[in-house]
C-alpha cells in the first residue's frame, strides 16, 4: 500500500521497504503529535508517540529520542492517570531510560498502575509483596491476590480486546495463564504453607520460617489443575489429601490415593511417589498386596537415592528375600 492508501499493483520487495517504513513513521509521528495539539487529554496518542520515540516499537527507522518518550509517559501517567502510562513509566524509571534511574519511584508507579488496572502492574506488584523489597513488605497473601487479579485481567476480552496498547503487551504474559508449574506451586503452598523450592521442598528460609494458613480446599484446587495437566508432583500432592482425607473438603479414598500416586511414581521423576507406591503395594493400601511390586518400586525410588526406600530394601534383604531382591 501506498502513503496515500492505494494498493500497489505489485509488492515491494522486503529489502526495499525501509524508505517506506520511515515514510510511514514520520507521517504516524506528524498525526500523532496533531492529536495531542488539538485533544489534550488523548493518552493513547501519547503512549503511540512514546513508545516512537523511546524505539518500543518500530526500533531503529527513526532516531530514538528516549527523554522526549519518557515526558510522553509521564504526562499521561500523572495528569490523566493512565493505567499502561504509568507501567511505561516505571519501566523506565527502574532502568533509567529517558530519565533518572530510580527504583523506589519505579515501585510506586507499578503500584499505581496495578490499582488503575494494568495486569502486567498487577503481576509486578504481585513479584514485590513475594520479595519483599523496595518499601514493600512481605505479604505471601497480597502477593497471590494482585498475581490473580492480573489473571483475571488477562482473561478478560473486555480488556484484552478493546486496548491494543494493554492487548500487544500483555500477549507475552498469557502463556503464564493455565501454567502447571504455578498451579503445582500454590497447591503446595496451601497444602505446607511454604512456597516449594524448585524441587518441591518447603522454601522455609524465604518466609521466615513461618508458614502462612493451610488451606486444603485451594490446595486440593490447583494440584486437581496441574495433576490434569501431568504435572507428577501434584498428582503426588493429591495423592496425599487422598490418603489422609481433608474434612469437610475431600473424603479419604485409599484406591484414589493408590491410583494419583502411581501416576506420579510412573512418570519417573520422584524418588519419593515410587517409595509412597511400594509401600502401598507392601502394606495393600489401596491394591492388592504384591511384594514382588512393593520390591520394585522400592528399587526404582532407592536408585535415586531415596533413604527410606534404602531402607525397606535392606530389610528385605536382611529377612532372606534375596531372590526378589
Known amino acids: 500500500m501506498a502513503i496515500d492508501g492505494r494498493v500497489r499493483k505489485s509488492p515491494i520487495p522486503f529489502k526495499s521497504l525501509a524508505p517506506q517504513r520511515e515514510q510511514f513513521l514520520n507521517t504516524a509521528v506528524k498525526v500523532l503529535e496533531k492529536i495531542i495539539q488539538i485533544s489534550p487529554n488523548s493518552t493513547r496518542a501519547r503512549l503511540y508517540l512514546g513508545d516512537i520515540y523511546s524505539g518500543g516499537i518500530h526500533p531503529g527507522v527513526l532516531p530514538r529520542n528516549e527523554s522526549k518518550g519518557y515526558k510522553l509517559f509521564y504526562d499521561a501517567a500523572t495528569k490523566q492517570d493512565d493505567p499502561v502510562a504509568c507501567y511505561r513509566v516505571a519501566c523506565c524509571l527502574e532502568s533509567g531510560v529517558g530519565c533518572t534511574k530510580n527504583v523506589e519511584q519505579s515501585c510506586r508507579f507499578f503500584e499505581k498502575g496495578a490499582r488503575l488496572g494494568d495486569p502486567s502492574s498487577m503481576c509486578q506488584l504481585g513479584m514485590l509483596y ?53 498451579q503445582a506451586s500454590l497447591g503446595f503452598y496451601y497444602a505446607q504453607g511454604f512456597f516449594p523450592t524448585a524441587h518441591f521442598k518447603s522454601d522455609k528460609e524465604s518466609m521466615g520460617g513461618i508458614p502462612a494458613a493451610k488451606d486444603a480446599r485451594r490446595s486440593i484446587y490447583w494440584f486437581s489443575k496441574a495433576a490434569a495437566d501431568n504435572h507428577p508432583y501434584s498428582a503426588l500432592g493429591l495423592a496425599k489429601w487422598y490418603g489422609s482425607g481433608a474434612p469437610g473438603v475431600l473424603k479419604k479414598d485409599d484406591q484414589q490415593a493408590f491410583l494419583w500416586g502411581r501416576k506420579a511414581a510412573d512418570e519417573g521423576q520422584l524418588a519419593e511417589a515410587e517409595f509412597m507406591i511400594g509401600l502401598c503395594f507392601e502394606q495393600g493400601f489401596g491394591v492388592q498386596k504384591n511384594i514382588q511390586s512393593a520390591i520394585s518400586y522400592y528399587k526404582r525410588s532407592g536408585a535415586k537415592g531415596y533413604k527410606r526406600a534404602l531402607s525397606k530394601l535392606k530389610q528385605f534383604k536382611e529377612q532372606g528375600m534375596e531372590g526378589q531382591y
Open 130 to 182: 513475594f520479595a519483599g523489597v523496595n518499601g514493600f513488605p512481605l505479604d505471601i497473601n497480597k502477593s497471590i491476590y494482585w498475581h490473580e487479579r492480573a489473571c483475571q485481567a488477562l482473561k478478560d476480552p473486555d480488556i484484552m480486546g478493546s486496548d491494543p496498547l494493554v492487548s500487544a503487551r500483555s500477549f507475552s504474559d498469557s502463556p503464564k495463564l493455565e501454567h502447571r508449574e504455578s
